[in-house]
Protein backbone atom coordinates (compact mmCIF):
# COMPACT_ATOMS: atom_id res chain seq x y z
CA UNK A 1 0.00 0.00 0.00
CA UNK A 2 1.21 3.18 -0.61
CA UNK A 3 2.08 6.01 2.10
CA UNK A 4 2.78 8.71 0.68
CA UNK A 5 0.47 11.59 0.90
CA UNK A 6 0.01 15.25 -0.39
CA UNK A 7 -0.57 18.09 2.94
CA UNK A 8 -0.58 21.59 2.13
CA UNK A 9 0.47 23.39 5.40
CA UNK A 10 -1.63 26.06 7.21
CA UNK A 11 -0.14 29.25 8.71
CA UNK A 12 2.75 28.76 10.80
CA UNK A 13 2.53 29.27 14.78
CA UNK A 14 5.51 31.58 14.87
CA UNK A 15 8.61 32.58 13.08
CA UNK A 16 10.21 29.59 11.24
CA UNK A 17 13.88 29.56 12.56
CA UNK A 18 16.58 30.28 9.83
CA UNK A 19 19.22 27.63 8.93
CA UNK A 20 21.31 29.38 11.40
CA UNK A 21 19.08 29.12 14.40
CA UNK A 22 18.67 25.75 13.86
CA UNK A 23 22.87 24.90 13.25
CA UNK A 24 24.75 24.28 16.36
CA UNK A 25 25.86 27.25 18.13
CA UNK A 26 28.80 25.68 19.46
CA UNK A 27 27.20 26.40 23.39
CA UNK A 28 25.96 23.38 25.62
CA UNK A 29 23.13 22.06 24.50
CA UNK A 30 19.95 23.14 26.85
CA UNK A 31 18.57 20.70 29.28
CA UNK A 32 16.29 18.31 28.18
CA UNK A 33 13.72 19.70 30.43
CA UNK A 34 14.08 23.44 29.16
CA UNK A 35 14.88 22.04 25.05
CA UNK A 36 11.66 22.96 23.34
CA UNK A 37 10.86 23.72 19.87
CA UNK A 38 13.57 24.46 17.25
CA UNK A 39 15.86 26.40 20.44
CA UNK A 40 13.96 26.78 23.87
CA UNK A 41 10.18 28.67 23.02
CA UNK A 42 8.06 25.44 24.34
CA UNK A 43 5.48 24.59 21.48
CA UNK A 44 2.07 25.23 21.45
CA UNK A 45 0.15 21.95 22.65
CA UNK A 46 -2.05 20.41 20.13
CA UNK A 47 -5.85 21.42 22.73
CA UNK A 48 -4.02 25.46 21.09
CA UNK A 49 -4.27 24.74 18.33
CA UNK A 50 -3.34 21.64 16.63
CA UNK A 51 -7.29 21.08 15.30
CA UNK A 52 -8.04 24.24 14.50
CA UNK A 53 -4.84 23.98 12.10
CA UNK A 54 -6.19 20.79 10.80
CA UNK A 55 -9.30 22.29 10.11
CA UNK A 56 -7.76 24.97 7.94
CA UNK A 57 -6.58 22.72 5.35
CA UNK A 58 -7.98 23.42 1.91
CA UNK A 59 -10.86 21.52 0.86
CA UNK A 60 -9.20 18.85 -1.67
CA UNK A 61 -7.09 17.93 1.46
CA UNK A 62 -9.51 17.40 3.93
CA UNK A 63 -9.06 13.70 3.90
CA UNK A 64 -5.66 14.02 4.88
CA UNK A 65 -6.81 15.24 8.65
CA UNK A 66 -7.65 11.90 9.93
CA UNK A 67 -4.27 10.20 8.38
CA UNK A 68 -2.51 13.15 10.26
CA UNK A 69 -4.03 12.36 13.31
CA UNK A 70 -4.35 8.66 13.34
CA UNK A 71 -0.63 8.72 12.53
CA UNK A 72 0.48 11.36 14.84
CA UNK A 73 -0.13 9.27 18.32
CA UNK A 74 1.98 6.40 16.78
CA UNK A 75 5.92 5.48 17.06
CA UNK A 76 6.01 5.97 12.95
CA UNK A 77 9.09 7.16 11.53
CA UNK A 78 7.72 10.06 8.98
CA UNK A 79 9.60 10.98 5.85
CA UNK A 80 8.68 14.99 4.68
CA UNK A 81 9.52 15.57 1.20
CA UNK A 82 8.88 18.88 -0.25
CA UNK A 83 11.04 21.42 -1.77
CA UNK A 84 12.44 24.44 0.83
CA UNK A 85 9.89 26.78 2.14
CA UNK A 86 6.85 24.45 1.65
CA UNK A 87 6.64 23.71 5.19
CA UNK A 88 8.07 20.24 6.21
CA UNK A 89 9.39 21.86 9.60
CA UNK A 90 5.93 23.28 10.30
CA UNK A 91 4.18 19.50 9.85
CA UNK A 92 6.84 17.81 12.04
CA UNK A 93 5.68 20.33 14.75
CA UNK A 94 2.02 19.74 13.86
CA UNK A 95 2.34 16.12 14.23
CA UNK A 96 4.66 16.60 17.52
CA UNK A 97 2.02 18.88 18.68
CA UNK A 98 -1.18 16.16 18.02
CA UNK A 99 1.18 13.28 19.62
CA UNK A 100 1.63 12.21 23.52
CA UNK A 101 5.26 13.51 22.90
CA UNK A 102 4.34 17.35 23.22
CA UNK A 103 4.98 18.42 26.25
CA UNK A 104 8.48 17.36 25.77
CA UNK A 105 10.70 18.82 23.42
CA UNK A 106 10.72 19.47 19.95
CA UNK A 107 14.57 19.64 18.41
CA UNK A 108 15.31 20.54 14.73
CA UNK A 109 18.96 19.53 13.51
CA UNK A 110 19.59 20.89 9.93
CA UNK A 111 21.87 18.47 8.48
CA UNK A 112 22.71 20.99 5.26
CA UNK A 113 23.80 23.82 7.73
CA UNK A 114 26.66 21.57 9.24
CA UNK A 115 30.02 20.04 8.05
CA UNK A 116 30.35 16.11 8.76
CA UNK A 117 32.18 16.42 12.27
CA UNK A 118 29.44 19.18 13.62
CA UNK A 119 26.95 17.42 12.57
CA UNK A 120 27.63 14.13 14.34
CA UNK A 121 28.64 15.84 17.89
CA UNK A 122 25.07 17.50 16.88
CA UNK A 123 23.56 14.87 16.90
CA UNK A 124 25.81 12.44 19.05
CA UNK A 125 26.91 14.40 21.51
CA UNK A 126 30.75 14.32 22.65
CA UNK A 127 32.93 13.19 25.62
CA UNK A 128 35.47 15.34 26.84
CA UNK A 129 38.86 15.08 25.06
CA UNK A 130 36.93 12.93 22.24
CA UNK A 131 38.91 15.75 19.67
CA UNK A 132 40.43 18.69 19.42
CA UNK A 133 38.48 21.83 21.38
CA UNK A 134 36.15 19.20 23.34
CA UNK A 135 37.20 20.65 26.44
CA UNK A 136 33.63 19.26 28.11
CA UNK A 137 30.93 16.59 27.63
CA UNK A 138 28.40 17.55 25.73
CA UNK A 139 25.00 16.50 25.15
CA UNK A 140 23.35 15.65 21.65
CA UNK A 141 19.90 16.45 20.20
CA UNK A 142 18.95 12.58 20.00
CA UNK A 143 20.08 13.13 24.32
CA UNK A 144 18.72 16.61 24.57
CA UNK A 145 14.99 15.58 22.31
CA UNK A 146 14.51 13.20 25.53
CA UNK A 147 10.55 11.74 25.00
CA UNK A 148 9.99 14.43 22.25
CA UNK A 149 10.17 14.82 18.31
CA UNK A 150 13.47 15.11 16.49
CA UNK A 151 13.62 16.66 13.02
CA UNK A 152 16.33 15.69 11.04
CA UNK A 153 16.37 18.15 8.36
CA UNK A 154 17.64 18.49 4.50
CA UNK A 155 18.74 14.58 5.96
CA UNK A 156 19.67 14.23 2.02
CA UNK A 157 22.76 16.08 3.28
CA UNK A 158 23.93 14.00 5.68
CA UNK A 159 27.05 12.36 4.78
CA UNK A 160 27.31 8.83 3.79
CA UNK A 161 29.37 7.53 7.09
CA UNK A 162 26.72 9.14 9.36
CA UNK A 163 24.12 7.18 7.70
CA UNK A 164 25.32 4.44 8.69
CA UNK A 165 25.18 5.73 12.55
CA UNK A 166 21.71 7.02 11.80
CA UNK A 167 20.39 3.92 10.54
CA UNK A 168 21.02 1.84 14.04
CA UNK A 169 19.89 5.01 15.77
CA UNK A 170 16.76 3.92 13.85
CA UNK A 171 16.84 0.43 13.87
CA UNK A 172 18.38 -0.53 17.50
CA UNK A 173 17.00 2.82 19.08
CA UNK A 174 20.44 3.13 20.84
CA UNK A 175 23.23 5.78 20.01
CA UNK A 176 26.81 6.35 21.38
CA UNK A 177 28.66 9.98 21.62
CA UNK A 178 31.82 10.43 19.89
CA UNK A 179 34.39 9.33 22.35
CA UNK A 180 32.45 6.71 24.17
CA UNK A 181 31.46 2.89 23.31
CA UNK A 182 28.54 2.59 25.57
CA UNK A 183 25.35 2.93 24.07
CA UNK A 184 22.63 4.99 25.25
CA UNK A 185 18.79 4.59 24.53
CA UNK A 186 17.07 6.88 21.80
CA UNK A 187 13.81 8.09 23.68
CA UNK A 188 12.60 10.73 21.00
CA UNK A 189 10.47 9.99 17.55
CA UNK A 190 12.32 10.54 14.53
CA UNK A 191 11.09 12.27 11.80
CA UNK A 192 13.53 13.13 8.66
CA UNK A 193 12.85 15.70 5.83
CA UNK A 194 14.30 16.08 2.66
CA UNK A 195 14.38 18.75 -0.13
CA UNK A 196 15.07 16.40 -3.13
CA UNK A 197 13.00 12.94 -3.33
CA UNK A 198 15.73 10.05 -1.34
CA UNK A 199 14.74 7.76 -4.66
CA UNK A 200 16.76 10.09 -6.57
CA UNK A 201 19.80 10.02 -4.04
CA UNK A 202 19.80 6.23 -3.23
CA UNK A 203 20.04 5.54 -7.37
CA UNK A 204 22.97 8.33 -7.77
CA UNK A 205 24.57 6.64 -4.84
CA UNK A 206 24.55 9.33 -2.23
CA UNK A 207 21.87 7.30 0.12
CA UNK A 208 21.94 4.47 1.75
CA UNK A 209 19.01 2.35 0.39
CA UNK A 210 18.80 0.44 3.72
CA UNK A 211 18.00 3.58 5.43
CA UNK A 212 16.00 4.81 2.68
CA UNK A 213 13.59 2.11 3.48
CA UNK A 214 13.39 2.56 7.09
CA UNK A 215 12.79 6.04 7.15
CA UNK A 216 10.09 5.71 4.21
CA UNK A 217 7.52 4.24 6.03
CA UNK A 218 4.88 7.06 5.97
CA UNK A 219 5.57 9.71 3.55
CA UNK A 220 4.35 13.10 3.04
CA UNK A 221 4.87 14.75 -0.42
CA UNK A 222 4.52 18.87 0.26
CA UNK A 223 4.02 20.13 -3.05
CA UNK A 224 5.23 23.85 -3.92
CA UNK A 225 2.78 26.71 -3.97
CA UNK A 226 3.44 27.22 -7.93
CA UNK A 227 1.81 23.62 -7.89
CA UNK A 228 -0.97 24.85 -5.80
CA UNK A 229 -1.98 27.72 -6.73
CA UNK A 230 -5.69 27.70 -5.55
CA UNK A 231 -3.98 27.43 -1.93
CA UNK A 232 -1.70 30.87 -2.28
CA UNK A 233 -5.12 33.42 -1.58
CA UNK A 234 -6.41 31.49 1.06
CA UNK A 235 -2.80 31.50 2.54
CA UNK A 236 -2.36 34.78 1.99
CA UNK A 237 -5.20 36.13 4.06
CA UNK A 238 -4.36 33.95 6.79
CA UNK A 239 -1.12 35.86 6.59
CA UNK A 240 -2.36 39.03 6.16
CA UNK A 241 -4.54 38.27 8.94
CA UNK A 242 -1.61 37.48 11.20
CA UNK A 243 0.55 40.63 10.62
CA UNK A 244 -2.33 43.20 10.62
CA UNK A 245 -3.12 42.11 14.15
CA UNK A 246 0.29 42.03 15.73
CA UNK A 247 1.24 45.52 13.57
CA UNK A 248 -1.28 47.24 11.28
CA UNK A 249 -4.94 46.90 12.81
CA UNK A 250 -6.08 49.21 10.17
CA UNK A 251 -4.88 46.76 7.19
CA UNK A 252 -7.97 44.92 6.30
CA UNK A 253 -7.88 43.25 3.46
CA UNK A 254 -6.34 43.10 -0.26
CA UNK A 255 -7.25 44.26 -3.76
CA UNK A 256 -8.04 41.48 -6.22
CA UNK A 257 -4.96 43.14 -8.28
CA UNK A 258 -2.58 41.83 -5.30
CA UNK A 259 -4.95 38.26 -5.41
CA UNK A 260 -4.07 38.01 -9.19
CA UNK A 261 -0.29 39.17 -8.52
CA UNK A 262 0.36 36.56 -5.82
CA UNK A 263 -1.10 33.54 -7.79
CA UNK A 264 0.66 34.62 -10.90
CA UNK A 265 4.14 34.21 -9.48
CA UNK A 266 5.45 30.92 -9.60
CA UNK A 267 7.15 31.35 -5.54
CA UNK A 268 10.61 29.67 -5.80
CA UNK A 269 10.31 30.30 -1.82
CA UNK A 270 6.64 28.61 -1.67
CA UNK A 271 5.50 29.15 1.61
CA UNK A 272 8.27 31.04 3.70
CA UNK A 273 8.30 33.52 0.87
CA UNK A 274 4.76 34.32 0.53
CA UNK A 275 4.61 35.03 3.87
CA UNK A 276 7.40 37.61 4.14
CA UNK A 277 6.28 39.13 1.07
CA UNK A 278 2.91 39.71 3.11
CA UNK A 279 4.41 40.60 5.86
CA UNK A 280 6.44 43.15 3.51
CA UNK A 281 3.10 44.48 2.15
CA UNK A 282 1.11 45.04 5.58
CA UNK A 283 4.32 47.13 7.16
CA UNK A 284 3.90 49.30 3.70
CA UNK A 285 0.76 49.80 2.68
CA UNK A 286 -0.23 52.99 2.86
CA UNK A 287 -3.89 52.38 3.43
CA UNK A 288 -6.34 49.53 4.74
CA UNK A 289 -6.11 47.50 1.97
CA UNK A 290 -3.25 45.78 0.34
CA UNK A 291 -2.18 46.03 -3.34
CA UNK A 292 0.32 44.97 -5.98
CA UNK A 293 2.28 48.42 -5.40
CA UNK A 294 3.17 46.79 -2.06
CA UNK A 295 5.35 44.08 -3.47
CA UNK A 296 8.11 43.35 -4.45
CA UNK A 297 9.03 44.05 -8.00
CA UNK A 298 9.07 40.22 -8.93
CA UNK A 299 5.65 39.74 -7.54
CA UNK A 300 3.96 42.89 -8.77
CA UNK A 301 4.80 41.28 -12.60
CA UNK A 302 3.01 38.11 -11.56
CA UNK A 303 -0.19 40.05 -11.88
CA UNK A 304 0.65 39.83 -15.93
CA UNK A 305 0.83 36.34 -15.53
CA UNK A 306 -2.68 35.62 -13.80
CA UNK A 307 -4.87 33.56 -15.37
CA UNK A 308 -7.64 35.48 -16.15
CA UNK A 309 -11.45 34.46 -16.55
CA UNK A 310 -12.24 34.33 -20.05
CA UNK A 311 -13.10 32.73 -22.71
CA UNK A 312 -11.17 31.10 -25.14
CA UNK A 313 -10.86 33.08 -28.38
CA UNK A 314 -13.11 32.29 -31.20
CA UNK A 315 -11.28 30.57 -34.46
CA UNK A 316 -12.32 31.79 -37.43
CA UNK A 317 -14.67 29.20 -39.62
CA UNK A 318 -15.33 27.10 -36.32
CA UNK A 319 -18.01 27.41 -33.77
CA UNK A 320 -16.91 28.80 -30.18
CA UNK A 321 -18.43 25.28 -28.77
CA UNK A 322 -16.00 22.97 -30.87
CA UNK A 323 -12.72 25.05 -28.93
CA UNK A 324 -12.05 22.98 -26.03
CA UNK A 325 -9.11 22.29 -24.56
CA UNK A 326 -8.93 18.23 -25.57
CA UNK A 327 -8.55 19.47 -29.02
CA UNK A 328 -5.66 21.72 -28.43
CA UNK A 329 -2.17 20.45 -28.83
CA UNK A 330 -1.75 20.99 -24.48
CA UNK A 331 -5.11 19.27 -23.62
CA UNK A 332 -4.13 16.50 -26.14
CA UNK A 333 -0.95 15.97 -24.12
CA UNK A 334 -2.56 15.62 -21.42
CA UNK A 335 -5.26 13.07 -22.45
CA UNK A 336 -2.03 11.07 -23.76
CA UNK A 337 -0.52 11.33 -20.43
CA UNK A 338 -3.39 10.61 -18.38
CA UNK A 339 -3.90 7.39 -20.63
CA UNK A 340 -0.23 5.87 -20.34
CA UNK A 341 -0.39 6.85 -16.32
CA UNK A 342 -3.78 4.80 -15.95
CA UNK A 343 -2.17 2.28 -18.25
CA UNK A 344 0.67 1.62 -16.32
CA UNK A 345 -0.62 2.11 -13.02
CA UNK A 346 -2.95 -0.87 -13.87
CA UNK A 347 -0.53 -2.64 -15.08
CA UNK A 348 1.28 -2.64 -12.08
CA UNK A 349 -1.57 -3.03 -9.88
CA UNK A 350 -1.94 0.68 -8.49
CA UNK A 351 1.92 -0.18 -7.02
CA UNK A 352 3.25 3.45 -8.03
CA UNK A 353 6.63 2.91 -7.86
CA UNK A 354 6.67 0.71 -10.56
CA UNK A 355 4.46 2.46 -12.79
CA UNK A 356 6.93 5.73 -12.79
CA UNK A 357 9.86 3.72 -13.35
CA UNK A 358 8.03 2.07 -16.97
CA UNK A 359 6.99 6.23 -17.35
CA UNK A 360 10.70 7.09 -16.94
CA UNK A 361 10.02 9.36 -14.38
CA UNK A 362 10.19 9.68 -10.02
CA UNK A 363 7.43 8.81 -7.59
CA UNK A 364 7.69 12.15 -6.59
CA UNK A 365 7.14 13.23 -10.48
CA UNK A 366 4.16 10.50 -11.13
CA UNK A 367 2.29 11.86 -7.81
CA UNK A 368 2.29 15.62 -9.07
CA UNK A 369 1.31 14.38 -12.37
CA UNK A 370 -1.49 12.07 -10.43
CA UNK A 371 -2.99 15.62 -8.42
CA UNK A 372 -2.74 17.62 -11.57
CA UNK A 373 -5.10 15.03 -12.84
CA UNK A 374 -7.64 14.56 -9.89
CA UNK A 375 -6.28 10.86 -9.93
CA UNK A 376 -4.03 10.43 -7.00
CA UNK A 377 -7.03 8.96 -4.41
CA UNK A 378 -8.14 6.55 -7.46
CA UNK A 379 -7.68 2.90 -7.32
CA UNK A 380 -6.14 0.93 -10.81
Not at 338 to 367: D, P, V, W
Request: with cysteine; proline share 8%.
Amino acid sequence: METAHSWQPGPRMGPESSRGDRAASGGPTPPAGAAHGEGTARAPSAAAGGDALLDALPPEMKGLQEQIRRVAPQETTLLLVGETGTGKTRLARLVHDLSPRRDDPFLVVDCGALSASLIESELFGHLKGSFTGADRDRAGKLAAAAGGTLLLDEINSLPLQLQAKLLRVVDERVFEPVGSNRPQPVRARIIAACNVPLEQEVAAGRFRSDLFYRLNVVAFYLPGLRDRRAAIAPLARKFLSEFAARNRPDVRGMTAAAQRALEGHDWPGNIRELRNVIERAVALCPGDEIGPEDFPEAVRTGAARAPQPTTPPPVPGVPLTAVSPSRTLAGAKEEAEIQRITEALKRHGNNRLRAAAELGISRMGLYKKLRKYGLFDADF
